[in-house]
Each structure stands twice: as structure tokens, then as C-alpha cells.
């Protein structure tokens, strides 16, 4: 019975793949949940940087409304001539619409610049984002693959500094950065967000109890909401600065620059585990509809099968007499 | 305030590494160290690479910290650096062989710059390293 065999064999391949989309799902929670807890340690590091950026921009700018503070890295440059773009991607699928939708905005970004002329450096991070704009021929100026779930800020750090040497040599006039921003367990939007020029002196600080919430309100990467988040901490305290509080915050800024990279990073890969979570789960799901659905149609088959045969031989015997 | 020492964080982007209660912090500010104790008056400061030490009775932590910036207040001692990593983890040998290394010619003016505070660096951490040993 080729029909048989053939729905046994199937159903068997599906049970398999169900096996492995289960254990992804399993795997990728759990790397959710170390991602998240390493970007909510990491949460205390921006924090302070913000509260420490508060201080001081309160000891340097008494009484004036708003960042008078000058400062190469807080300038916008006009006209926008060259602009750095770096996409963040997954090294692996089988992630849903992770990827495309950061390489969506992504294009979308280099399409606008193209028709503004803006000479466009591309960076990628990831295998996914690499083999996309290989296919697509699009040229990049570097590529990354050794960002995995586990982002170290060292590593991190050669990025950042890397982009900072560019900008203040004039290379580009801003530098973007392209991934999928998490806001909630159950939330997470592709963005394409501006590095530098900085819009603040702080690193924007998320509120508290963000990992859990789902009803976290989209909070759109503008700079009013950068700027809504340095108001986190205005202290009375008069501090004693050493060596003097402009010079601690032109230190700052770079700091700044590279703690915001790094939670790119960070929420990348919180992010992506999220999509593979989610991903998986439907397969699991869709596998175990269509073991149902193919159980039935072999329970079916086999009885008419077994019907078939027994006219066969009822028939035979009538034949007999 | 009562005075029951002073509290000591020390914060790095990537997780808190210290978060503990100390009767005196010796840490590394960019022109020298700095001593503090219990009733230190508010200070933020830019940070050196060096040792910095926590005492607490008897005992002696020691750790390597690569710049940064320091936050005293209300008697919390909080140091935010790039890297923190305690003194008995650092690798001598490994220090000293890259040390021994004969510095690459450098293209630019800045990259000499950039070389010599690697260097210096090393050097600073090499130190914290042996002090360690003795």
C-alpha cells in the first residue's frame, strides 16, 4: 500500500521536526531570559551615567534652560553629505521576520539617502544582514559575525571608538544604526536610530519595570523622548569636581556615545531571542495541526483499506457457492 | 548619618562588580590617588587606570580599573569604568610577554599617542598584578 506508507513516513518527518522546533523554542526562552537579565544589569551602568550627566550639566549650565553645552559631538551638521549606517542582524534564521523587518527599514533608510546624494557607508552585523545585501550587491565597508547573544562591551567599544574617529575626522557627518529595538517582552519595533551627533548628553534611561510590561507605549526614537529621559535626576548636592565638571563631561560624551551602542546591542539580542521564541513556537504548533490532520487521513485510509478487503474475500466466498 | 562606612559600587556597562560596604576606598583619579573615607564631602571625578582598594576591617580587596568616572555621595562611593577586574585575576605572564613585545612603528602622531597609553595601561595593570604576588 504505497498511499499508506507514504502518510506513515510523513507523519514521522513532521513528529521529527516538531522534536527540534520544540527544542529551539526551549532553548531560545532561555537565552531570553539571560539576554534580559544582562541588559537589566546593564540598565545600572546608564543609570548613573544619566544621573552623573544631570550633575554636571547642572553645575556647568546654572540656571539656563535646555543643553547650551557646545560640543563636536552634540553638533548637527547641515548639510548631511555622508552618513554611516550599521545594521544589526542575527547570524542564524529561523527567526520569523526578525531580519527582514530590520533589513526593511534599513533599505528604506538607504533609499532616502540615495535620493538626498548622501554618500552612504554601510556596516553589517550578522551573517543574515551580509548574505542579504551580498544577493542584493550592495557594497558595506565592514561586517561582523562575532555578535551572538552575548554582546561584550569591549568588543563593543572598538565599534564605537572607531565611529568616533570617523566623525571627528569629518568622514561622516552622522552615523545610524539599523535593529530591532525592544521596549516590552511582547513588543519590539525595527528602528533605524541616530548615534551621532548625540541629541543628549545622557544615554536614554527606559522605566522601571520595562522588561515585564506589556503595556509599555511605543516610544519612538525622537529626540523630545532623548530628552524627556536626562531629566531623570536633578540633585541638590554640591559636588566637589575633579578635575572640573566641563572636562568630566566632554569625557562623558564618548562614554555616552559607547554605552548607547552597546545597548544596540544588548536589545538586539533580547530582541532576536524573542522572534525565535515566537517563531518556533508557531511551528511547534503547526507541526502538531498537520500530525492530527495526517493521523486522520492514515486512520481513514487504513479502514477503507480493511473494508476493501473484507468485501474482497466476501465476495470471493460468494463467488465459491 | 550615622556612620557605618561607606558603600562601594563599582559599575561596569556590562554588569555591578562591587556592591559592598567598605571603612575605607583608595581609588585611582586621573592625576593621582584619592583616599576616602566615611564623611568624604560630595565629589565627581574623572578616573584613572590603576588600583582601587576596599578595606574593610582586616580585609583587602584589590582591583584593576580602566578609567571612568567617580560619584561620592552621602557617603556611597560609586566608580563607573569600562572595565574592573580584581587583582588576582589579572595574568602576569601574560602582561609581561606583551609588554616585552617591541611596539609596532606607528603611521600617525595619533596612533603613537594611542600605542603609548595601551602601554601605559599595561604597565598599571602589570602593577597591580605583582603587588598582588609579593
Same mark, same amino acid.
Given at each position: 500500500?504505497?498511499?499508506?506508507?507514504?502518510?506513515?513516513?510523513?507523519?514521522?518527518a513532521?513528529?521529527?521536526i516538531?522534536?527540534?522546533?520544540?527544542?529551539?523554542?526551549?532553548?531560545a526562552?532561555?537565552r531570553f531570559?539571560?539576554a534580559?537579565?544582562?541588559a537589566?544589569?546593564?540598565?545600572?551602568?546608564?543609570?548613573k551615567?544619566?544621573?552623573?550627566?544631570a550633575?554636571?550639566?547642572?553645575?556647568?549650565l +546654572?540656571?539656563?534652560?535646555?543643553?547650551?553645552?557646545?560640543h563636536?559631538?552634540?553638533?548637527?551638521?547641515e +548639510?548631511?553629505r555622508?552618513?554611516l549606517?550599521l545594521?544589526?542582524?542575527?547570524?542564524r534564521?529561523?527567526c520569523?521576520?526578525?531580519?527582514?523587518a530590520?533589513?526593511?527599514v534599513?533599505?528604506e533608510?538607504?533609499? *532616502?539617502?540615495?535620493?538626498?546624494g548622501?554618500?552612504?557607508?554601510?556596516? =553589517?552585523s550578522?551573517?543574515?544582514? !551580509?548574505?542579504?545585501?551580498?544577493?542584493?550587491?550592495?557594497?558595506?565597508e565592514? $561586517?561582523?559575525?562575532?555578535?551572538?547573544?552575548?554582546?561584550?562591551?569591549?568588543?563593543?567599544?572598538?565599534?564605537?571608538?572607531?565611529?568616533?574617529?570617523?566623525?571627528?575626522? /569629518?568622514?561622516?557627518?552622522?552615523?545610524?544604526v #539599523?535593529?530591532m529595538?525592544?521596549l516590552?517582552?511582547?513588543?519590539?519595533? +525595527?528602528?533605524?536610530e541616530?548615534l551621532?551627533?548625540?541629541?543628549?548628553?545622557?544615554?536614554?534611561?527606559? /522605566?522601571?519595570?520595562?522588561g515585564?510590561?506589556?503595556t509599555s507605549?511605543?516610544? &519612538?526614537?525622537? +529626540?523630545?523622548s532623548l530628552?524627556?529621559?536626562?531629566?531623570v535626576v536633578?540633585?541638590?548636592? &554640591?559636588?566637589?569636581?575633579?578635575?572640573?565638571?566641563?572636562?568630566?563631561?566632554?569625557?562623558?560624551?564618548p562614554?555616552?556615545?559607547?554605552?548607547?551602542?552597546?545597548?544596540?546591542?544588548?536589545?538586539?539580542?533580547?530582541?532576536? *531571542?524573542?522572534?525565535? /521564541? !515566537?517563531?518556533m513556537?508557531q511551528?511547534?504548533?503547526n507541526a502538531?495541526?498537520?500530525i492530527?490532520?495526517?493521523?486522520?487521513?492514515?486512520?481513514?485510509?487504513?479502514?477503507?483499506? !480493511?473494508?476493501?478487503?473484507i468485501?474482497?474475500?466476501?465476495?470471493?466466498?460468494?463467488?465459491l457457492? | 548619618?550615622p556612620?557605618?562606612?561607606?558603600?562601594?559600587q563599582?559599575?561596569?556597562?556590562?554588569r555591578?562588580?562591587v556592591?559592598?560596604?567598605?571603612?575605607?576606598?583608595a581609588?585611582?583619579?586621573?592625576d593621582?590617588?584619592?583616599?576616602?573615607?566615611?564623611?568624604?564631602?560630595?565629589?565627581?571625578?574623572r578616573?584613572?587606570?590603576g588600583?582601587l582598594? =576596599?578595606r574593610?576591617?582586616?580585609?583587602?580587596?584589590?582591583y584593576?580599573v580602566?578609567?571612568?568616572?567617580?560619584?561620592?555621595?552621602?557617603d556611597t562611593?560609586? =566608580?563607573l569604568?569600562?572595565?574592573?577586574v580584581?587583582a588576582? &585575576?589579572l595574568?602576569?605572564?601574560?602582561?609581561e610577554?606583551e609588554?616585552?613585545?617591541?611596539?609596532?612603528?606607528?603611521?600617525?602622531?595619533?596612533a603613537?599617542?594611542?600605542?603609548?597609553?595601551?602601554?601605559e595601561?599595561?604597565?598599571?595593570m602589570l602593577?597591580? #598584578?605583582q603587588?598582588? $604576588?609579593?
Amino acid at each position: 500500500m504505497p498511499k499508506l506508507r507514504h502518510l506513515v513516513l510523513r507523519r514521522k518527518a513532521i513528529q521529527n521536526i516538531r522534536k527540534i522546533t520544540r527544542t529551539m523554542e526551549l532553548i531560545a526562552t532561555a537565552r531570553f531570559k539571560r539576554a534580559l537579565d544582562r541588559a537589566v544589569e546593564a540598565e545600572a551602568y546608564t543609570r548613573k551615567i544619566a544621573e552623573l550627566a544631570a550633575d554636571l550639566s547642572a553645575a556647568t549650565l +546654572p540656571a539656563s534652560a535646555g543643553h547650551t553645552l557646545q560640543h563636536l559631538l552634540l553638533e548637527k551638521r547641515e +548639510p548631511v553629505r555622508s552618513s554611516l549606517l550599521l545594521v544589526i542582524c542575527s547570524n542564524r534564521g529561523l527567526c520569523g521576520g526578525y531580519n527582514s523587518a530590520i533589513l526593511r527599514v534599513a533599505t528604506e533608510r538607504m533609499q *532616502q539617502y540615495e535620493q538626498s546624494g548622501v554618500r552612504l557607508y554601510l556596516e =553589517l552585523s550578522g551573517k543574515r544582514a !551580509i548574505a542579504y545585501f551580498r544577493y542584493h550587491g550592495v557594497p558595506s565597508e565592514a $561586517q561582523y559575525t562575532h555578535f551572538e547573544d552575548k554582546p561584550r562591551f569591549e568588543e563593543v567599544e572598538v565599534l564605537a571608538n572607531r565611529y568616533l574617529d570617523g566623525y571627528l575626522t /569629518r568622514r561622516y557627518d552622522q552615523v545610524e544604526v #539599523a535593529y530591532m529595538k525592544f521596549l516590552s517582552a511582547s513588543r519590539q519595533t +525595527p528602528v533605524v536610530e541616530t548615534l551621532l551627533p548625540l541629541s543628549t548628553i545622557a544615554p536614554p534611561v527606559r /522605566r522601571p519595570g520595562w522588561g515585564t510590561s506589556a503595556t509599555s507605549p511605543i516610544a &519612538e526614537p525622537t +529626540p523630545a523622548s532623548l530628552a524627556r529621559s536626562t531629566s531623570v535626576v536633578s540633585s541638590t548636592i &554640591e559636588y566637589e569636581f575633579l578635575p572640573d565638571p566641563r572636562s568630566i563631561l566632554e569625557e562623558l560624551l564618548p562614554m555616552s556615545l559607547k554605552v548607547r551602542l552597546f545597548k544596540c546591542f544588548l536589545d538586539a539580542a533580547v530582541s532576536e *531571542q524573542i522572534a525565535r /521564541r !515566537i517563531a518556533m513556537k508557531q511551528a511547534t504548533d503547526n507541526a502538531t495541526e498537520m500530525i492530527r490532520v495526517i493521523t486522520r487521513q492514515y486512520n481513514r485510509a487504513r479502514q477503507a483499506h !480493511i473494508t476493501k478487503e473484507i468485501l474482497e474475500v466476501l465476495s470471493g466466498a460468494e463467488a465459491l457457492k | 548619618m550615622p556612620r557605618e562606612g561607606l558603600h562601594c559600587q563599582v559599575i561596569t556597562p556590562e554588569r555591578i562588580v562591587v556592591d559592598e560596604r567598605a571603612d575605607f576606598v583608595a581609588l585611582p583619579l586621573y592625576d593621582g590617588e584619592l583616599g576616602v573615607l566615611p564623611g568624604r564631602a560630595p565629589l565627581v571625578g574623572r578616573l584613572g587606570f590603576g588600583e582601587l582598594r =576596599l578595606r574593610r576591617g582586616e580585609e583587602i580587596k584589590r582591583y584593576y580599573v580602566d578609567g571612568g568616572f567617580v560619584q561620592i555621595k552621602r557617603d556611597t562611593v560609586t =566608580l563607573l569604568t569600562a572595565k574592573a577586574v580584581p587583582a588576582h &585575576e589579572l595574568d602576569v605572564r601574560a602582561l609581561e610577554n606583551e609588554l616585552a613585545q617591541p611596539l609596532a612603528p606607528a603611521a600617525t602622531a595619533e596612533a603613537r599617542e594611542r600605542q603609548q597609553a595601551q602601554r601605559e595601561r599595561q604597565r598599571a595593570m602589570l602593577r597591580v #598584578a605583582q603587588k598582588q $604576588q609579593i
